[in-house]
């Protein structure tokens, strides 16, 4: 999310336990949310350290299918196709915190080239328990299911009222059956962007371009050291304009990826210069006070499916208490026709945390009693039931308790920046 105008650099105003919501229950096992944030930070070091030496370069290593975080047991699960390599096995070996293998029966690389399949079309479309055929027009989503053990494959269906099984099939990628299981949705995905007829727009975080308000991110360095804001590629594209929150000419999209949906912009149409921070501001999605609580981004990692984290976009503002239930995603845009991923899928049980305006906004870790946070990703768009119950601005807005977000070292890759 931007300070673009920027925050102050001294952060006052509300406390930091009612920056950014979290009415979610705490996690059996812990007396309070920052006890499950301080347990949380040791079991992503770890898993850090098993990740880096099951990567080479933008792949992971064969055999490798997913690290999890479970935060109730402190406990890292790792998730193994074969037998893991001589410098993995020593990394669990040697962890400070409990590591559990567990066997999967594909690769995350498996999955990851079946899910494209998927998503293209290109396979033999089956029989759902209904009766009806498969459209593959219908796809919505596709991503791993736990564990390696397969695809998740969700069509669209007007008449199913809850999340429903209707399939297991087979499907053929590169060599290698993989097993998925269908089932159906009434909602479709969908990217957060807003359009900006009848919103009074403020808010320092809040961005224009192709008459829709979107959210930023966090600043970012390009590949000449530059700065630029980090946004979603749905609200704007390599050579489109930006403007502020009042319609002033603002900048222009430096570079974008519209399949990992992420895009980076400058001020070079602001004629009053800007002095770029790393703050990212919380609590109300609209206000426009530069008083308001700003935190500090102070590094950045790729998060886990287990892990707890927080968001703070520009309309609907801070909320934690947001669970990442799934990696590697990947879901059909429907405004525009195309496929996006792979990304997270975050799910809040309490709350509507995401909706339209939010797009480009920040995913970050925690709230530390310093008001240091660090980055985790880029929300892309929202699943699940929509509702007019949204946060902060509601406005015809409609917003759902599923996040769905870039993660930010696969943002770093797609646009060749890195963190400021």
């Not at 070996?93 to 409990?98: G, N, T």
């Not at 991503?143 to 009222?161: E, K, M, N, Y």
């Not at 499907?171 to 995905?189: I, Q």
């Amino acid at each position: 999310m931007g300070t673009l105008p920027p925050a102050n650099a001294a952060s006052t105003g509300p406390s930091r336990e009612t920056i950014a919501s979290t009415t979610a229950p705490v996690p059996g096992g812990y007396e309070s949310w920052d006890a499950l944030w301080k347990a949380q930070k040791d079991l992503v070091g770890q898993a850090d350290e098993i990740r880096k030496v099951a990567r080479r370069g933008a792949r992971f290593v064969p055999g490798y299918a997913d690290i999890t975080l479970d935060n109730e047991h402190r406990r890292v699960d790792l998730y193994w196709k074969g037998e893991p390599p001589a410098d993995v096995r020593a990394a669990v070996a040697s962890a400070k915190v409990r590591v559990q293998l567990h066997t999967a029966a594909y690769d995350f690389n498996e999955l990851q080239t079946a899910a494209r399949v998927v998503m293209g079309g290109r396979f033999t479309a089956t029989s759902l328990s209904n009766g009806r055929a498969l459209d593959t027009r219908d796809i919505v989503e596709v991503g791993p299911s736990a564990g390696g053990s397969g695809l998740t494959i969700t069509h669209f269906d007007p008449s199913t009222t809850r999340d429903a099984s209707s399939a297991t099939i087979e499907v053929s990628a590169g060599g290698v059956s993989v097993r998925a299981n269908v089932v159906g949705t009434a909602e479709r995905p969908s990217t957060t962007n807003y359009f900006r007829q009848a919103v009074p727009v403020r808010g320092g975080r809040v961005f224009i371009a192709n008459s829709s308000l979107c959210s930023t991110a966090f600043v970012v360095q390009d590949p000449a050291g530059a700065l630029r804001t980090l946004t979603a590629a749905h609200c704007v594209r390599k050579g489109q304009y930006v403007d502020t929150y009042n319609g002033q000419a603002f900048g222009v999209a430096n570079n974008s990826n519209s399949i990992q949906d992420v895009a980076i912009f400058d001020n070079s149409r602001y004629y009053t210069g800007v002095t770029y921070t790393r703050q990212v501001e919380q609590g109300a999605g609209m206000d426009t006070d530069d008083r308001v609580t700003a935190a500090l981004t102070t590094g950045a990692y790729q998060p886990y499916v287990g892990q707890w984290i927080c968001i703070s976009p520009g309309l609907s503002g801070g909320s934690c208490g947001i669970q990442i239930t799934a990696s590697g995603v990947w879901y059909e845009d429907p405004s525009a026709g195309r496929t996006i991923g792979p990304v997270f899928k975050g799910w809040s049980n309490t709350e509507n945390v995401v909706g339209s305006g939010d797009s480009g906004g920040p995913v970050f870790d925690s709230i530390s009693p310093e008001l240091h946070i660090t980055a985790l990703g880029v929300i892309s768009g929202r699943y699940g039931a929509t509702s007019t119950q949204c946060k902060s601005y509601a406005n015809g807005r409609s917003c759902s308790h599923g996040v769905l977000f870039v993660g930010i070292e696969d943002a770093y890759r797609a646009l060749g920046i890195r963190v400021w």
